[in-house]
């Protein structure tokens, strides 16, 4: 299980985000949970995103509803992603500019 979404073959499909889970062509008000209680995999993929992972049974619900599993988060992965970018060998540092 891959909790990068659209890393591999099995990845979350139900992630807990407002614009993976609700159809681009729809207008839904703040109490429309019609998309929030669905059972039916995101119409959008948040390709990259990660969510928050296994539970301390080392298990994953995949249900929207469930945002302590399932919401994409950038503070409980900052480290985890930090060491990861420092392993990207295609990124030339020296042509990086700064903007003052």
Same mark, same amino acid.
């Given at each position: 299980? &891959?909790? +990068?979404?659209?890393?591999? @073959?099995?990845?979350?499909?139900?992630?807990?985000?407002?614009?993976?889970? #609700?159809? $681009?062509?729809? %207008?839904? @008000?703040? &109490?429309?949970?019609?998309? +929030?209680? @669905?059972?039916?995999? %995101?119409?959008? #993929? $948040? =390709?990259?995103? +990660?969510?928050?992972?296994?539970?301390? &049974?080392? &298990?994953?619900?995949? $249900?929207?509803?469930? $945002?302590?599993?399932?919401?994409? =988060?950038?503070? @409980?992965?900052?480290? *985890? !992603?930090?060491? +990861?970018?420092?392993l990207d060998s295609n990124? %030339?540092?020296? =042509?990086? !500019?700064? *903007? !003052?």
């Amino acid at each position: 299980m &891959s909790y +990068l979404v659209g890393y591999g @073959s099995v990845y979350p499909k139900k992630v807990h985000h407002r614009g993976a889970s #609700i159809p $681009a062509n729809q %207008n839904p @008000s703040c &109490s429309d949970r019609t998309w +929030l209680v @669905s059972r039916d995999p %995101n119409p959008n #993929i $948040a =390709t990259g995103a +990660l969510v928050g992972g296994p539970s301390l &049974s080392d &298990s994953y619900n995949d $249900a929207r509803d469930n $945002a302590l599993q399932g919401e994409p =988060t950038t503070t @409980s992965s900052a480290l *985890f !992603t930090g060491l +990861l970018s420092g392993l990207d060998s295609n990124t %030339n540092y020296t =042509t990086l !500019t700064s *903007f !003052t």
